[in-house]
């Protein structure tokens, strides 16, 4: 289950307990202090999952560019050595390695990026 999803659940159930009791914190059983020390815990843990999260974006984001570079430069590399003719390649395979490769790499690259940077 998602940690928004649980984050969530938690809460509902935690608002169900409060409303239980007369939407009072204190008819609870839990005293005022107790329910500003577990709303201020599950701030601070929701803060420190978003920081989290965007560490881990940055990181990811940086090698799937560096990845998509690299694999460019050899698609790259394989033209320019058959243009030199140091490669013998037929030319539709050529055609068909361009082409499979930039929409492979157009595809890999907008998946992950939806992924890693979901709209909201």
């Given at each position: 289950?998602?940690?928004?999803?649980?984050?969530?659940?938690?809460?509902?159930v935690?608002?169900?307990?409060i409303?239980?009791?007369?939407t009072?914190?204190?008819?609870?059983?839990?005293?005022?202090n107790?329910?500003?020390?577990?709303?201020?815990?599950e701030?601070r843990?929701?803060?420190?999952?978003l920081t989290?999260?965007?560490?881990?974006?940055?990181?990811?984001?940086?090698?799937i560019?560096?990845?998509?570079?690299?694999?460019?430069?050899?698609?790259?590399g394989?033209?320019?050595l058959?243009?030199?003719?140091?490669l013998?390649?037929?030319?539709?395979?050529t055609?068909?390695?361009?082409?499979?490769?930039?929409?492979?790499?157009t595809?890999f690259?907008?998946?992950?990026?939806?992924?890693?940077?979901?709209?909201?």
């Amino acid at each position: 289950m998602p940690e928004n999803e649980e984050s969530e659940k938690a809460k509902d159930v935690f608002r169900k307990l409060i409303e239980s009791s007369a939407t009072n914190p204190l008819n609870s059983g839990l005293s005022q202090n107790e329910f500003e020390q577990y709303d201020k815990e599950e701030r601070r843990t929701r803060l420190l999952g978003l920081t989290q999260d965007i560490q881990e974006r940055k990181k990811f984001a940086q090698r799937i560019f560096w990845m998509v570079v690299m694999w460019l430069f050899v698609i790259l590399g394989i033209i320019v050595l058959e243009g030199l003719h140091l490669l013998d390649i037929p030319q539709a395979v050529t055609i068909a390695l361009i082409g499979s490769t930039t929409i492979n790499v157009t595809a890999f690259f907008v998946i992950v990026t939806k992924y890693l940077f979901p709209g909201k």
